[in-house]
Structure formats: C-alpha cells, structure tokens
C-alpha cells in the first residue's frame, strides 16, 4: 500500500513556475514507478510526465516538453514536478500515482493516486 500526498500548486501568472511535489508513504516507494497526471474542467485527465523506479528513464506529453521535469528522490521517498514557462491552459488540478514495476512509462496502469493540488496559471 502506497499513500500520496501532493503540495506546491497554487495561482502563478503565465511564464512564472512552480514545483510540485508528491510524498509517499510506505517503505516500497523505490519499487513503484511515478507518474504526474493532470485534468482541466471538462476535459480528461491526461498524463504529464512519467518516471521509472531508478528516476533514469522519463516521459513527457508534447504539450510540457521541454518545461517540465519530472524527478525523483527514493531517500525522501518523494517526487517532484518542476514546472516552467507556464502557460494558462496548464491550469488544471495536478496528481501524483504509482504504477507497479512492471508497467511502461506509458502504460495506463496505475495502482495509487493522491488527492490532486489545484494549479491556477493567469494570463
């Protein structure tokens, strides 16, 4: 059993950034890989950025390439969304999950979800 606990949104104006940041609990957090996902009103929820259990391999949508990074820290049994160059439409509430060892950066497969951190970016 993992349990997350997402922090670090808030209300940012368009170009500015924010890190947030998702703590697990558990003692099996290093054998879980992560993943930060987002959903606007009325939309979908999508994945942003996907990490490995190493933090060696990562993804990322084509709409944050390039500003965000997505890292981790097994020691602190967190991981982390540093988001830059925001833009509006990157207004959305923000969650952190874990997927099991096995599945791909890319798979749907997602076990554990935290409780969302609000991310309000004005124009």
């Known amino acids: 059993q993992v349990q997350l606990v997402e922090s670090g949104g808030g209300l940012v104006q368009a170009g500015g950034s924010l890190r947030l940041s998702c703590a697990a609990s558990?003692?099996?957090?290093?054998?879980?890989?992560m993943g930060w996902f987002r959903q606007a009103p009325g939309k979908e929820r999508e994945l942003v950025a996907a990490?490995?259990?190493?933090?060696?391999?990562?993804y990322y949508a084509d709409s944050v390439k390039g500003r965000f990074t997505i890292s981790r820290d097994n020691a602190k049994i967190t991981v982390y969304l540093q988001m830059n160059s925001l833009k509006p439409e990157d207004t959305a509430v923000y969650y952190c999950?874990?997927?099991?060892?096995?599945?791909?950066?890319?798979?749907?497969?997602?076990?554990?979800w935290g409780q969302g951190t609000q991310v309000t970016v004005s124009s």
């Open positions: 990490i490995s259990r190493s933090g060696s391999s990562t």
């Open positions: 558990g003692r099996t957090f290093s054998s879980y890989g």
């Open positions: 999950a874990a997927r099991p060892a096995w599945a791909t950066l890319t798979s749907p497969r997602y076990d554990y």
